[in-house]
């Protein structure tokens, strides 16, 4: 009898008896074509992609994601966009998930650094490619176009550590010196965990000469004085919420920093460029609307307890190629190796190359609200986490059949 048993479960998984099959799931999103993604052309006029100012005409910020660092289709075809957005659209602020201190002073000195040094001393590495080169002479060509960024943790080498230094030196050397110090200190943090206490003491004393000093409002402007009083202060709350964790890349110093890059994205958003539209570029899994865990959530999530109505989030898929998140970490995804539960093959089965799904134009299409895997990937998302339905998370997909690696600039690799 047990064999017989055996032998009905076989024919069941054979047969696929009680399995969903996802080609019945009817039809497939509707795709709107887009003829290209390169941002290389000066003279482009937007024709394909002047859907968009229909989809976008009553939002403030459009959030652009990416599936996978390292793809390159996504940084040209992200670029390509946000020239959309600037030139037709009015949007003027890119905020990239890069840390907030190095975008803005870099931005600060976009005038006076070329293309090169721009990107190389604002943005993390993982996007130290042509197609953001590329963006970075567009933000230097158009001064009303800003840089700035949302992230609280700096690049382990990244040597912008300036903007304190730069700020206080003028007006108060001896504070100028310490807040150098202390900025090595904090970048060596994510490696060494040195004297927390210390170092709260240190910026908090520099927050208050910052806060009492009549050298320091007269020779800044008071927008300026703001910037520096937000960084000083959310240095603090680094070390105080993120760092606390023996280590803070793990899953509780993860999350609890999407919580702080969140609430620097509203700060943006309120108080350093309150009447201006914004574009924020970032990994799908942040920008996800419902990303959650029992103690935690995403930035995304968090965003649209107070922007869901002036937002719009747009992911950004591929079905298959090759990736690399840097030069030393690549990946490889065929034909043959995609899930049939995930959004790479609903991807693949529409059979075009680039395009623009509008989630929020087809809430009832069964394949945007079945649960899929895969609509984020990174080294340590291969798991059941990943599992989401598109229509809770995202109003729009960008997508690509194939992806391609980003040619790294020299020194691009990680220690």
């Known amino acids: 009898m047990r064999y017989c048993f055996l032998s009905l479960f076989l ?15 009817g039809a497939l999103p509707i795709v709107l074509p887009v003829k290209t993604i390169s ?8 024709e394909d992609l002047a859907f968009l100012k229909e989809v976008l005409k009553d939002k403030r910020v459009v959030m652009l994601g990416e599936s996978m660092h390292g793809v390159e289709d996504f940084n040209e075809a992200k670029t390509r966009i946000i020239k959309f957005l600037h030139q037709e659209m009015d949007f003027e ?17 976009k005038q006076q650094w070329s293309a090169k040094d721009l990107l190389k001393h604002s943005i993390f590495r993982i996007w130290n490619t042509p197609a ?21 943790q700096p690049e382990f080498d990244h040597d912008s550590l300036a903007v304190l230094y730069q700020f206080f030196k003028p007006v108060h050397l001896a504070v100028a010196q310490k807040i150098l110090n202390a900025e090595k200190e904090f970048v060596a943090y994510y490696k060494n965990y040195p004297d927390r206490t210390k170092l709260i003491k240190t910026y908090q004393k520099c927050l208050k000469k910052l806060q009492g000093s009549k050298k320091i409002s007269s020779k800044y402007s008071t927008s300026y004085i703001q910037l520096v ?30 919580s702080m890059m969140a609430e620097n994205v509203d700060w943006l958003l309120k108080e350093r460029y309150p009447d201006k539209k914004i574009i924020v570029w970032a990994h799908n899994a942040h920008i996800g ?36 998140h840097l030069p030393e970490y690549t990946y490889e995804n065929t034909s043959k190796s995609i899930n ?33 895997y895969n609509i984020f990937e990174s080294r340590d998302w291969f798991n059941d986490r990943t599992k989401m339905r598109l229509v809770d998370n995202y109003d729009g997909i960008f997508m690509c059949r194939e992806a391609r690696c980003p040619t790294y600039f020299e020194g691009t690799l990680m220690d």
Request: hydrophobic share 35%; with cysteine.
């Open 132 to 152: 953001c080169l590329e963006l970075m002479k567009y933000i230097q060509r158009n001064e009303d176009l800003v840089l700035t960024g949302f992230d609280m």
């Open 229 to 258: 009083q937000h960084i000083l202060s959310y240095r603090i709350e680094t070390i105080e919420r993120f760092l606390r964790y023996e280590n803070p890349m793990d899953m509780g110093g993860g999350l609890t920093r999407d």
């Open 11 to 25: 024919l069941i998984s054979v047969l696929g008896i009680g399995q969903t099959t996802w080609d019945s799931l």
């Open 340 to 372: 049939g539960n995930s959004i790479q093959y609903m991807i693949y089965k529409t059979g075009e190359d680039l395009g623009f799904i509008n989630i929020q134009s087809q809430l009832d299409n069964k394949w945007l609200n079945t649960n899929l």
């Open 39 to 46: 941002p290389y052309d000066s003279l482009d006029r937007f």
């Open 93 to 109: 602020v890119v905020a990239f998930e890069s840390e907030l201190s190095h975008c803005e002073w870099a931005n600060r000195h």
């Open 289 to 324: 609307k419902n990303i959650t865990y029992p103690e935690y959530g995403r930035m995304g999530h968090f965003i649209q307890q107070k922007w869901a109505k002036e937002s719009y989030v747009m992911a950004f898929c591929y079905a298959t190629g090759k990736v690399c």
